[in-house]
């Protein structure tokens, strides 16, 4: 791999960050949170109330898919983060062990 362990740790502690934050997101649209109607692609002129509900609650429902499913590819960047950083470690490990000498299973074939 090409990353060291502490920047599969950053990128680990990144992705959980940033899916908890997405699905926060994803929760807040799919209230129809008023604090977050600037952030919709509306229109700037509409015929009635209704049309301007029916858009709105649309559009809500998308960005809330589209942050669910942006927090599923996060957590999946998260889980390869944590696989990365827990082989670097295990190859730590083998390195910091000492080596022994001879071979493991070599039996002599002399009778003693």
Same mark, same amino acid.
């Given at each position: 791999? !090409? &990353?060291g362990k502490k &920047?599969?740790?950053f990128c %680990? %502690? +990144?992705s +959980?960050?940033?899916a908890i934050q997405l699905v926060l997101m994803g929760m #807040?649209? #799919?209230l129809n949170s008023l604090s977050l !109607?600037?952030?919709l692609p509306l229109k700037e002129h509409y015929t009635s109330l209704k049309e301007f509900r029916t858009d709105a609650d649309r559009l809500f429902g998308d960005l809330a898919i589209r942050c669910y499913i942006a927090? +599923? %590819?996060y957590a999946l960047f998260a889980i390869a983060s944590y696989l990365c950083y827990c082989r670097k470690k295990r190859q730590q490990k083998a390195k910091e062990q000492p080596h022994k000498s001879g071979k493991k299973?070599?039996?002599s074939k002399r009778a003693h």
């Amino acid at each position: 791999m !090409i &990353c060291g362990k502490k &920047c599969t740790l950053f990128c %680990l %502690l +990144i992705s +959980i960050w940033g899916a908890i934050q997405l699905v926060l997101m994803g929760m #807040s649209y #799919s209230l129809n949170s008023l604090s977050l !109607i600037d952030t919709l692609p509306l229109k700037e002129h509409y015929t009635s109330l209704k049309e301007f509900r029916t858009d709105a609650d649309r559009l809500f429902g998308d960005l809330a898919i589209r942050c669910y499913i942006a927090a +599923i %590819l996060y957590a999946l960047f998260a889980i390869a983060s944590y696989l990365c950083y827990c082989r670097k470690k295990r190859q730590q490990k083998a390195k910091e062990q000492p080596h022994k000498s001879g071979k493991k299973g070599f039996k002599s074939k002399r009778a003693h």
